[in-house]
């Protein structure tokens, strides 16, 4: 067996269904079905069966399961101890692209600048699929945006600041010169987005349903730079958070004036009951320091810190 192996396992046993699987892993569901099939094969005992239209583990499987965290957990300990410089501690974090690279991406390199001893292990996934990150520990801290601060049962939320969300396309769409944009204008126009399962896409896809307003086309990308890169060669409109319009519109975007545009929350994410050590405490008294610091910025003024 293998560590793609377990991982796919372990997703698999939580998600319970072979497409979202993929989807989170990025395997093909047929390359997740071999992944199951080898464990099988080595351990001579089927470990999952489609029941009750879902996925579900067999009574191996649900045997197995605690081996396969135990072995995980091993996996990013002995990552954590050797992905780094000797006496280096490393805080493995996610985040959405926008989030992560976008917003705090200046603030992480100068973080690790600052402070040679910790080490920043960025990974880039849709901000919806990062609390599964921390459930299944594959990450010690989430850096997201969201539609709301409430907390659940797995996860402690610590806001950063309050922005809009902002619509941004290409120079000579037909919408850059109207005065007021409003979520009425947008019928039968075109979209680029970077996951269907992004909180803020999804609810401004439920708003436009709303409105009986309906999209002409709708890209799933991905990436936030393939969005931008169709939203100006085919005069798509794409959602960007407030703080990054400035460094999208240095990308050859133009911001609508939408005046209808919904609130989302920029917060870190961690584990609930996790003791907070002191270099992650450090990271997130310094990310608090430089929302103030964004705060006083002259193109980001409007954000509400929290």
């Known amino acids: 067996m293998n560590i793609k192996q377990l991982i796919t ?11 979202k699987t993929s989807e989170l892993l990025n395997y093909a569901p047929s390359t997740l079905a071999k992944h199951i099939h080898a464990l099988e094969e080595e351990l001579n005992s089927p470990l999952v069966e ?9 009574d191996h499987g649900k045997r197995f399961l605690p081996y396969a965290n135990q072995l995980l957990d091993i996996y990013h300990n002995i990552q954590n101890e050797f992905d780094s ?7 493995r974090l996610a985040g959405g692209e926008l989030m992560v690279g976008f917003s705090f ?21 849709c901000c919806a699929r990062v609390p599964e990150w921390l459930d299944q520990n594959v990450v010690d801290i989430g850096f997201v945006q969201t539609l709301d601060t ?5 996860q402690t939320v610590l806001p950063l600041f309050k922005e809009k969300l902002c619509l941004m396309t290409s120079g000579d769409h037909p919408l850059v010169n109207q005065a007021k944009v409003r979520i009425e204008d947008m ?23 709303r409105n009986d307003v309906h999209p002409r086309s709708e890209l799933f990308l991905g990436s936030i730079h393939a969005v931008i890169n169709t939203a100006k060669s085919d005069k798509r409109i794409c959602l960007i958070p407030y703080v990054d319009v400035e460094k999208v519109k240095a990308m050859g975007l133009v911001q609508l004036n939408w005046v209808d545009a919904m609130d989302i929350y920029d ?14 405490d450090h990271l997130i008294q310094r990310a608090r320091a430089y929302t103030a610091e964004l705060k006083r910025g002259a193109a980001t003024k409007d954000i509400v810190l929290l």
């Open 9 to 19: 396992f372990v997703t698999l046993a939580k998600e319970q269904n072979y497409i």
């Open 50 to 58: 489609y029941k009750n239209n879902k996925i579900e583990l067999t």
């Open 85 to 91: 410089p000797k006496g280096q501690r490393c805080i």
């Open 105 to 125: 991406g200046d603030f992480f390199a100068d973080f690790e600048k600052k402070n040679p001893s910790i080490s920043l292990q960025v990974n880039t996934i």
């Open 150 to 154: 409430r907390e659940d049962e797995h």
């Open 187 to 209: 019928h039968h126009l075109d979209f680029s987005y970077t996951y269907e399962d992004c909180c803020f896409t999804d609810e401004f896809r439920n708003m436009m349903h």
């Open 267 to 280: 917060v870190i994410l961690l584990p609930k009951g996790l003791r907070v050590d002191g270099d992650i």
